[in-house]
């Protein structure tokens, strides 16, 4: 069946590293993809998103990449911040217009 | 403030007993869209609105009713809930002016038990 699920469900990093969280993608179908962050107690929250015509898109200390031949999505979190501890979420869009969501990755900042 | 609004934020109830979970946003969003969250599976989408008076189920319909009678509030209605439906429940919506499904915004959840 189709689903969208990311590699590792934890990663600890050091404060003020860069932190790499993958997805991988089954729908070939899927035209939009998109981050969210979940902070504790709190619903999910929009980082990022990238159409499937692009193959990279960045924003604030944040930069997504898209590799459809390998169907591999990826979210880079430069200089991470505590603020950065949450849950993320990969989603993709398919042509009926759901989004599926992977099951998330546990982002723990050390101080 | 462009918000999504969920009412109950917390329910417990039992299992049988009818019970509706409001959704409202002010952002005059066509999109909307409800979800529930369960331990190491995500976000599964249980039903979704393009507009007024169109719905379509989601990945996870079985339980559950919509209803979109206006365009700000979607409600989720449990005609007979179950223990199995005890799950964190979000709303969602997005224009669909960049494509349906486009940038969502949730609520901030219901956290609804089913004894």
């Known amino acids: 069946g189709e689903s969208v699920g990311l590699h590792l469900p934890t990663l600890s990093v050091q404060e003020g590293d860069n932190s790499i969280i993958n997805c991988a993608y089954s729908n070939s179908a899927s035209d939009y993809f998109i981050w969210y962050k979940q902070e504790s107690g709190k619903g999910p929250q929009f980082i990022i998103d990238?159409?499937?015509?692009?193959d990279k898109r960045q924003g604030q200390r944040v930069t997504v990449l898209l590799n459809k031949t390998v169907k591999h999505l990826s979210l880079q979190i430069a200089a991470t911040q505590p603020g950065d501890s949450a849950v993320y979420f990969c989603?993709?869009?398919?042509?009926?217009?759901?989004?599926?969501f992977g099951a998330g990755t546990t982002v723990t900042v050390r101080a | 403030e462009a918000q999504v609004t969920q009412n109950p934020r917390y329910l417990i109830t039992v299992t049988g007993k009818k019970l509706t979970v409001t959704c409202s946003q002010n952002?005059?969003?066509?999109?909307m869209s409800w979800y529930r969250q369960d331990p190491g599976l995500g976000l599964r989408q249980i039903y979704y609105s393009m507009n007024v008076e169109v719905t379509d189920k989601g990945d996870v319909p079985e339980g559950y009713k919509v209803s979109r009678k206006e365009k700000r509030n979607f409600p989720l209605i449990l005609e007979s809930p179950s223990p199995n439906q005890t799950s964190l429940y979000f709303c969602a919506s997005s224009s669909i002016a960049g494509g349906p499904a486009d940038t969502q915004y949730f609520g901030p959840g219901t956290r609804l038990t089913v004894l």
């Open positions: 990238i159409r499937s015509n692009m």
């Open positions: 989603a993709e869009r398919h042509n009926d217009y759901k989004l599926s």
């Open positions: 952002m005059n969003h066509e999109y």
